[in-house]
């Protein structure tokens, strides 16, 4: 059945239903089967604190906290557990896929739309995104609503621009990120005003308001934040990561399923290919209405092209600019989560480009095939297994045996969460040398007959080094376990250790 007819058969509401439904079951789907991880915590750590405390606590470590004050009272009715915290993430990433079909149908036809929905439905990084208790599910929500309101604006309905500038505002919010995609937004949209001759400044008061109270809210943030871990790098980022980020965009990551380096270039090419495909299946659709005598419209799929180009690669080239030219990102590749929804545009565009329909359909599906196997491989990753490692030690150690966990400052809330049963011992995992280490060893083990060693991403730290060469004569390893980036020892005390 073709789009158009499932779309002429099914009333559009319940076809949006039938989407988000079956994109949420995609985002439970192993939904706690890995433990939560480092950041997941910093939002335990958040929700748990009175309304002031959790503000000033999120403002301190130079986020704003727009997502946790949505959160907190979710965590009232439905507590802490990993499925409660994570299900607001997994409902709000479902819910970008019905936006996009509206979004893509409005542009292009329903044949891209349904296509562009499976493939944000199935794509594995927003799934991901649906997967965490974390607030980048919330800027592709909002991403996705603001494209959707901005096309209707666009046709000459007012009461849309408010809601564009709500949406804007909602995901300007949220996280530094989401201004970026907002001024290339506006950028590409003025751009095609100009052009048109269809300008008008009421667009300029709604831009300029939107930036007005985003620009308030991260003046403050910038004054008030103390703790904030952004520092500067050496210059631009390589250039493999730009060709990695761009590629699980579309397609996720591949190390889960594919792990050779050959299969990430395929993918490269692949995204570079359909965003090209894209380009000339617009055109042809221009020239197609052109052709049966249509007006040129404002908003048309040559536009249309614009906007799902911008949306998949808007933060990707702000990030690389202004790492290169001030310094001051990081190199993680989550942040270019957000282009996901158009990185799906883009593709159900070129697919429904295609003029054969035994073509296209053989193109959809491997497409989706792509997706689906890298969606599967993250279903299957452990994921940080900090959860094993101290559910393992609350089982085996004895009452009197001291535990250090080698985390900088979540070793509490980790030991809390997971029920270590004792108040662990913190060991910085860096700025720390041998000396401060041992005494630390030294003073938590007096009178101990054993104690454990808990290490979570236990990059640039010498602890194992130093607790090994500290033990010699007074401890002995009893046993180690080996978990996926977290570790386990176990040392008990030797016949001529002393006390």
């Known amino acids: 059945m073709t789009a158009r007819r499932l779309r002429g058969r099914i009333p559009i509401g319940w076809l949006a239903l039938m989407l988000f439904l079956a994109a949420l079951a995609a985002r439970l789907a192993y939904l706690n089967s890995r433990g939560l991880w ?108 603001s494209f959707h309101a901005l096309v209707h604006a666009l046709e000459g309905k007012r009461r849309w621009v408010w809601a564009y500038g709500l949406w804007s505002l909602f995901g300007a919010l949220q ?53 904030s871990k952004t520092e500067g790098l050496p210059g631009w980022y390589p250039w493999r990561l730009y060709a990695k980020a761009l590629t699980e965009v579309f397609w996720g990551e591949f190390d889960y399923v594919f792990p050779r380096d050959i299969f990430r270039w395929v993918g490269l090419a692949l995204a570079v290919g359909v965003i090209a495909a894209a380009g000339l299946g617009s055109r042809r659709m221009n020239r197609a209405g052109a052709a049966e005598g249509a007006a040129p419209a404002l908003v048309s799929p040559v536009f249309g092209w614009w906007l799902g180009v911008t949306w998949a690669m808007a933060v990707l080239v702000s990030f690389a600019l202004i790492s290169g030219l001030f310094q001051v990102l990081d190199d993680s590749t989550r942040y270019f989560t957000i282009g996901t929804a158009g990185a799906a545009a883009l593709s159900g565009v070129a697919v429904a480009s295609i003029s054969r ?69 913190g060991i910085p995992r860096a700025r720390i040398g041998r000396f401060q280490i041992e005494r630390i060893l030294e003073e938590g083990t007096a009178g101990a007959p054993g104690f454990w060693i808990i290490l979570y991403k236990e990059r640039h730290t010498p602890l194992l080094m130093v607790a090994r060469r500290w033990a010699e004569g007074k401890f002995e390893l009893q046993g180690g376990w080996n978990f996926s980036r977290s570790r386990v020892q176990h040392y008990v005390r030797g016949s001529g250790g002393g006390e």
């Open 175 to 227: 996280l530094a990120i989401y201004p970026l995609l907002f001024i290339w937004q506006g950028v590409v949209t003025a751009g095609w005003l100009i052009w048109r001759r269809r300008w008008r400044w009421g667009w300029a008061v709604a831009w300029l308001i939107v930036a007005a109270a985003a620009a308030a809210a991260y003046l403050y943030l910038g004054a008030h934040a103390t703790e």
């Open 38 to 145: 480092g950041d997941e915590f910093w939002t335990v750590i958040a929700i748990r604190l009175p309304l002031p405390g959790l503000i000033e606590n999120r403002i301190t470590r130079g986020h704003l906290p727009t997502y946790f004050l949505l959160l907190k009272p979710w965590y009232g009715l439905f507590g802490e557990s990993e499925w409660s915290l994570r299900m607001p993430s997994a409902i709000a990433s479902a819910a970008a896929v019905p936006l996009l079909y509206l979004f893509v149908a409005r542009l292009w036809n329903p044949t891209a739309a349904l296509w562009a929905a499976l493939f944000l439905l199935l794509n594995q990084r927003a799934v991901w995104t649906g997967q965490e208790a974390r607030s980048f599910c919330l800027i592709l929500l909002a991403a996705a609503g």
């Open 357 to 425: 329909r035994v073509v296209r359909r053989i193109a959809g599906l491997a497409l989706l095939a792509l997706l689906a196997a890298n969606t599967a491989g993250w279903y299957m990753h452990p994921g940080d297994q900090i959860r094993e490692a101290v559910r393992l030690v609350a089982e085996q150690r004895r009452p009197d045996e001291p535990v250090f966990i080698c985390r900088d400052t979540q070793a509490e809330t980790i030991a809390d969460y997971y029920g270590l049963g004792t108040a662990p011992i």
